[in-house]
Protein backbone atom coordinates (compact mmCIF):
# COMPACT_ATOMS: atom_id res chain seq x y z
CA UNK A 1 0.00 0.00 0.00
CA UNK A 2 1.08 3.52 -0.61
CA UNK A 3 1.22 4.89 2.98
CA UNK A 4 2.57 8.47 1.51
CA UNK A 5 -1.28 9.08 1.15
CA UNK A 6 -2.67 8.01 4.01
CA UNK A 7 -3.91 10.54 6.81
CA UNK A 8 -4.26 14.19 6.02
CA UNK A 9 -3.96 15.99 2.00
CA UNK A 10 -4.72 19.36 1.89
CA UNK A 11 -6.46 20.99 -0.99
CA UNK A 12 -4.57 24.22 -0.77
CA UNK A 13 -6.32 27.56 -2.14
CA UNK A 14 -4.68 29.75 -4.23
CA UNK A 15 -4.27 32.93 -2.42
CA UNK A 16 -5.13 36.71 -4.78
CA UNK A 17 -3.57 40.07 -4.44
CA UNK A 18 -6.29 42.67 -4.22
CA UNK A 19 -5.89 42.59 -7.92
CA UNK A 20 -6.86 39.26 -8.54
CA UNK A 21 -2.71 38.36 -9.08
CA UNK A 22 -1.27 35.76 -6.82
CA UNK A 23 0.01 36.32 -3.53
CA UNK A 24 2.87 34.23 -3.36
CA UNK A 25 4.03 35.00 -0.45
CA UNK A 26 0.82 34.08 1.22
CA UNK A 27 0.67 30.98 -0.69
CA UNK A 28 4.52 30.22 0.75
CA UNK A 29 2.62 30.85 4.76
CA UNK A 30 0.07 28.59 4.08
CA UNK A 31 2.23 25.59 2.96
CA UNK A 32 4.69 26.54 6.27
CA UNK A 33 2.44 26.86 8.78
CA UNK A 34 0.46 23.28 7.15
CA UNK A 35 3.92 21.31 7.30
CA UNK A 36 4.62 22.30 10.86
CA UNK A 37 1.61 21.53 11.89
CA UNK A 38 1.25 17.94 10.64
CA UNK A 39 -0.22 17.90 7.29
CA UNK A 40 0.72 14.59 5.32
CA UNK A 41 0.83 15.84 1.86
CA UNK A 42 -0.11 18.60 -0.04
CA UNK A 43 -3.04 18.71 -3.42
CA UNK A 44 -1.93 21.56 -5.74
CA UNK A 45 -4.48 22.93 -8.48
CA UNK A 46 -7.84 21.17 -7.45
CA UNK A 47 -10.89 22.89 -7.42
CA UNK A 48 -9.72 24.30 -4.05
CA UNK A 49 -6.97 25.78 -5.90
CA UNK A 50 -9.57 27.51 -8.27
CA UNK A 51 -7.64 25.44 -11.42
CA UNK A 52 -10.32 26.27 -13.87
CA UNK A 53 -9.57 30.56 -13.43
CA UNK A 54 -5.42 29.74 -13.57
CA UNK A 55 -3.34 30.60 -16.66
CA UNK A 56 -1.18 27.45 -17.26
CA UNK A 57 1.68 29.98 -16.91
CA UNK A 58 0.48 30.75 -13.25
CA UNK A 59 -0.35 27.38 -12.57
CA UNK A 60 3.54 26.85 -13.36
CA UNK A 61 4.79 29.40 -10.53
CA UNK A 62 2.27 28.05 -8.01
CA UNK A 63 3.62 25.14 -8.58
CA UNK A 64 7.11 25.91 -7.84
CA UNK A 65 6.29 28.49 -5.09
CA UNK A 66 4.74 25.27 -3.52
CA UNK A 67 7.76 23.09 -4.03
CA UNK A 68 10.16 25.27 -2.81
CA UNK A 69 8.36 25.98 0.34
CA UNK A 70 7.79 22.34 0.92
CA UNK A 71 11.55 21.90 -0.14
CA UNK A 72 11.37 17.93 -0.25
CA UNK A 73 9.44 17.86 3.12
CA UNK A 74 5.99 16.18 2.19
CA UNK A 75 4.44 14.64 -1.05
CA UNK A 76 2.89 16.55 -3.41
CA UNK A 77 -0.54 16.06 -5.84
CA UNK A 78 -0.40 17.72 -8.86
CA UNK A 79 -4.29 18.17 -10.41
CA UNK A 80 -4.30 17.35 -13.81
CA UNK A 81 -8.04 16.68 -15.28
CA UNK A 82 -10.83 18.03 -16.83
CA UNK A 83 -13.65 16.83 -19.72
CA UNK A 84 -11.00 16.82 -22.75
CA UNK A 85 -9.01 13.71 -22.47
CA UNK A 86 -6.71 14.71 -25.41
CA UNK A 87 -5.86 17.92 -23.44
CA UNK A 88 -5.30 16.52 -20.46
CA UNK A 89 -2.67 13.80 -21.88
CA UNK A 90 -1.07 16.41 -23.80
CA UNK A 91 -0.79 18.15 -19.84
CA UNK A 92 0.76 15.25 -18.49
CA UNK A 93 3.61 14.88 -21.21
CA UNK A 94 4.21 18.53 -21.27
CA UNK A 95 4.30 18.75 -17.56
CA UNK A 96 6.98 18.34 -15.50
CA UNK A 97 6.24 16.06 -12.97
CA UNK A 98 9.38 15.10 -11.05
CA UNK A 99 8.78 16.47 -8.02
CA UNK A 100 4.91 15.35 -8.03
CA UNK A 101 4.03 12.13 -6.31
CA UNK A 102 0.81 11.89 -7.86
CA UNK A 103 -1.48 13.59 -9.93
CA UNK A 104 -5.14 14.22 -8.81
CA UNK A 105 -7.60 13.35 -11.93
CA UNK A 106 -11.35 14.50 -12.20
CA UNK A 107 -13.54 12.76 -13.52
CA UNK A 108 -15.15 14.82 -16.83
CA UNK A 109 -17.84 17.15 -16.30
CA UNK A 110 -20.43 18.26 -18.44
CA UNK A 111 -19.90 15.70 -20.84
CA UNK A 112 -21.41 13.77 -19.01
CA UNK A 113 -19.86 10.13 -19.91
CA UNK A 114 -21.08 6.91 -19.32
CA UNK A 115 -19.12 4.33 -16.93
CA UNK A 116 -17.50 3.01 -20.19
CA UNK A 117 -16.67 6.61 -21.16
CA UNK A 118 -15.38 7.25 -18.02
CA UNK A 119 -13.50 3.57 -17.43
CA UNK A 120 -11.83 4.76 -20.89
CA UNK A 121 -10.99 8.53 -20.17
CA UNK A 122 -8.92 7.00 -17.20
CA UNK A 123 -7.44 4.02 -18.88
CA UNK A 124 -5.87 6.96 -21.62
CA UNK A 125 -4.77 8.72 -18.83
CA UNK A 126 -3.30 6.23 -16.53
CA UNK A 127 -1.10 4.49 -20.21
CA UNK A 128 0.61 8.08 -20.05
CA UNK A 129 0.77 9.10 -17.05
CA UNK A 130 4.65 8.40 -16.14
CA UNK A 131 3.57 8.89 -12.12
CA UNK A 132 0.77 7.46 -9.83
CA UNK A 133 -2.71 8.74 -10.21
CA UNK A 134 -5.49 9.40 -7.88
CA UNK A 135 -9.09 9.51 -9.35
CA UNK A 136 -11.30 12.02 -7.96
CA UNK A 137 -14.82 11.26 -8.31
CA UNK A 138 -17.02 14.36 -7.25
CA UNK A 139 -20.53 14.13 -8.84
CA UNK A 140 -21.85 17.45 -7.52
CA UNK A 141 -19.73 19.31 -9.67
CA UNK A 142 -19.18 17.06 -12.63
CA UNK A 143 -22.76 15.88 -13.01
CA UNK A 144 -22.06 11.82 -13.12
CA UNK A 145 -21.13 10.13 -10.86
CA UNK A 146 -18.35 7.48 -11.00
CA UNK A 147 -19.64 4.09 -9.73
CA UNK A 148 -18.31 2.21 -7.24
CA UNK A 149 -17.97 -0.65 -9.94
CA UNK A 150 -15.68 1.25 -12.54
CA UNK A 151 -13.54 2.93 -10.07
CA UNK A 152 -13.28 -0.64 -8.81
CA UNK A 153 -12.36 -1.94 -11.90
CA UNK A 154 -9.87 0.98 -13.18
CA UNK A 155 -7.76 -0.26 -9.76
CA UNK A 156 -7.47 -3.48 -10.84
CA UNK A 157 -6.48 -3.18 -14.48
CA UNK A 158 -4.11 -0.10 -13.68
CA UNK A 159 -0.78 -0.47 -11.49
CA UNK A 160 -0.24 3.31 -11.08
CA UNK A 161 -3.76 3.97 -10.47
CA UNK A 162 -3.50 3.70 -6.99
CA UNK A 163 -6.55 5.74 -4.85
CA UNK A 164 -9.46 7.60 -5.64
CA UNK A 165 -10.75 10.50 -3.93
CA UNK A 166 -13.73 10.01 -3.17
CA UNK A 167 -16.56 13.05 -3.03
CA UNK A 168 -20.09 12.20 -3.67
CA UNK A 169 -21.57 12.45 0.03
CA UNK A 170 -22.91 9.11 0.07
CA UNK A 171 -22.30 6.70 2.80
CA UNK A 172 -23.11 4.00 1.17
CA UNK A 173 -21.20 4.95 -1.55
CA UNK A 174 -18.21 4.94 0.17
CA UNK A 175 -19.01 1.57 2.20
CA UNK A 176 -19.31 -0.25 -0.92
CA UNK A 177 -15.80 1.45 -2.32
CA UNK A 178 -14.06 0.31 0.71
CA UNK A 179 -15.80 -3.68 0.54
CA UNK A 180 -14.59 -4.17 -3.04
CA UNK A 181 -11.57 -2.15 -3.57
CA UNK A 182 -8.26 -4.18 -4.10
CA UNK A 183 -6.60 -4.74 -1.12
CA UNK A 184 -3.62 -1.63 -1.74
CA UNK A 185 -6.17 0.14 -3.15
CA UNK A 186 -6.69 3.83 -1.16
CA UNK A 187 -10.27 5.07 -0.41
CA UNK A 188 -9.62 9.06 0.12
CA UNK A 189 -12.42 11.28 1.50
CA UNK A 190 -13.25 14.49 -0.25
CA UNK A 191 -16.15 15.38 1.99
CA UNK A 192 -14.52 17.19 5.21
CA UNK A 193 -17.46 16.32 7.20
CA UNK A 194 -17.56 13.06 6.48
CA UNK A 195 -13.53 11.89 6.81
CA UNK A 196 -13.85 10.51 10.29
CA UNK A 197 -16.55 7.53 9.65
CA UNK A 198 -15.05 7.09 6.17
CA UNK A 199 -11.62 6.39 8.04
CA UNK A 200 -13.10 4.34 10.68
CA UNK A 201 -14.79 1.84 8.32
CA UNK A 202 -11.63 1.52 6.73
CA UNK A 203 -10.62 4.55 4.58
CA UNK A 204 -6.75 5.69 4.29
CA UNK A 205 -7.83 9.54 4.82
CA UNK A 206 -8.84 12.48 3.41
CA UNK A 207 -8.27 15.20 0.70
CA UNK A 208 -9.54 18.07 3.16
CA UNK A 209 -10.19 21.79 2.67
CA UNK A 210 -11.25 22.79 6.06
CA UNK A 211 -7.74 21.38 7.26
CA UNK A 212 -5.59 23.69 5.58
CA UNK A 213 -6.70 26.33 7.86
CA UNK A 214 -6.66 23.92 11.16
CA UNK A 215 -4.29 21.52 10.40
CA UNK A 216 -3.26 20.07 13.82
CA UNK A 217 -6.48 19.30 14.68
CA UNK A 218 -7.91 18.18 11.62
CA UNK A 219 -5.18 15.88 11.08
CA UNK A 220 -4.84 14.62 14.85
CA UNK A 221 -8.37 13.56 14.46
CA UNK A 222 -7.82 11.51 11.12
CA UNK A 223 -4.61 10.08 12.67
CA UNK A 224 -6.73 8.95 15.70
CA UNK A 225 -9.70 7.84 13.60
CA UNK A 226 -6.72 5.85 11.50
CA UNK A 227 -5.34 4.34 15.06
CA UNK A 228 -9.18 3.18 15.71
CA UNK A 229 -9.57 6.01 18.50
CA UNK A 230 -13.17 6.83 17.75
CA UNK A 231 -14.06 8.58 21.15
CA UNK A 232 -10.79 10.73 20.73
CA UNK A 233 -11.62 11.42 17.29
CA UNK A 234 -15.06 12.74 17.14
CA UNK A 235 -14.22 15.07 20.12
CA UNK A 236 -12.27 16.88 17.46
CA UNK A 237 -14.71 16.27 15.01
CA UNK A 238 -16.91 18.05 16.82
CA UNK A 239 -15.17 21.24 17.67
CA UNK A 240 -14.88 21.89 13.58
CA UNK A 241 -18.20 20.82 12.80
CA UNK A 242 -19.71 24.22 12.18
CA UNK A 243 -16.71 25.55 10.67
CA UNK A 244 -17.19 22.28 7.71
CA UNK A 245 -20.52 23.01 7.46
CA UNK A 246 -20.01 27.03 7.08
CA UNK A 247 -16.81 26.88 4.70
CA UNK A 248 -19.43 25.12 2.21
CA UNK A 249 -22.33 26.98 2.94
CA UNK A 250 -22.16 29.38 -0.53
CA UNK A 251 -18.70 28.35 -2.61
CA UNK A 252 -15.70 26.71 -2.22
CA UNK A 253 -13.16 28.74 -2.16
CA UNK A 254 -14.55 31.60 -0.98
CA UNK A 255 -15.61 29.83 2.46
CA UNK A 256 -12.32 28.65 3.23
CA UNK A 257 -10.85 32.12 2.21
CA UNK A 258 -12.72 33.69 4.89
CA UNK A 259 -11.75 31.32 7.03
CA UNK A 260 -7.87 32.10 5.97
CA UNK A 261 -8.53 36.01 6.10
CA UNK A 262 -9.77 35.40 10.13
CA UNK A 263 -6.46 33.91 10.43
CA UNK A 264 -4.52 36.73 8.64
CA UNK A 265 -2.96 34.28 5.84
CA UNK A 266 -4.58 35.32 3.07
CA UNK A 267 -6.92 37.50 1.66
CA UNK A 268 -10.10 36.56 0.83
CA UNK A 269 -10.62 37.64 -2.62
CA UNK A 270 -11.51 35.16 -5.51
CA UNK A 271 -11.91 34.93 -9.53
CA UNK A 272 -15.20 35.29 -11.00
CA UNK A 273 -17.47 33.59 -11.61
CA UNK A 274 -16.48 32.82 -7.67
CA UNK A 275 -17.26 36.10 -5.37
CA UNK A 276 -16.03 36.31 -1.74
CA UNK A 277 -18.26 35.34 1.13
CA UNK A 278 -20.96 37.66 2.30
CA UNK A 279 -21.06 39.53 5.32
CA UNK A 280 -23.08 37.67 7.43
CA UNK A 281 -21.25 34.34 6.84
CA UNK A 282 -18.30 36.12 7.03
CA UNK A 283 -18.86 37.44 10.70
CA UNK A 284 -20.24 33.33 11.97
CA UNK A 285 -16.80 31.85 10.21
CA UNK A 286 -15.12 35.38 12.52
CA UNK A 287 -16.71 34.12 15.44
CA UNK A 288 -15.71 30.60 14.82
CA UNK A 289 -12.29 31.48 14.32
CA UNK A 290 -12.11 33.84 17.80
CA UNK A 291 -13.67 31.34 19.95
CA UNK A 292 -11.79 28.32 18.56
Partial sequence: MNRKFVGTGVALVTPFNSDLSIDHEALKNIVEFNIENG???LVISGTTGE?????????KDIIKTISDANNGRVPMVLGIGGNNTASIIEEIKTTDLSEMDAILSVAPYYSKPTQE???QHFKAISEVCPIDVILYNVPGRTSKNMEPSTTVRLAKDFKNIIAVKEAGNNVAQYLQLIKDKPEDFLVISGDDDLALGVVLAGGAGVISVIGQAFPKPFSDMIRLGLQGKAK???ALHYKLMDVIGYIFEENNPAGIKAV???L???SDKVRLPLVPASLQLKAKIERFVKEF
Fill in 264 to 266: SLC
Fill in 39 to 41: TDY
Fill in 232 to 234: EAY
Fill in 260 to 262: FEA
Fill in 51 to 59: SVTISRQEK
Fill in 117 to 119: GLY
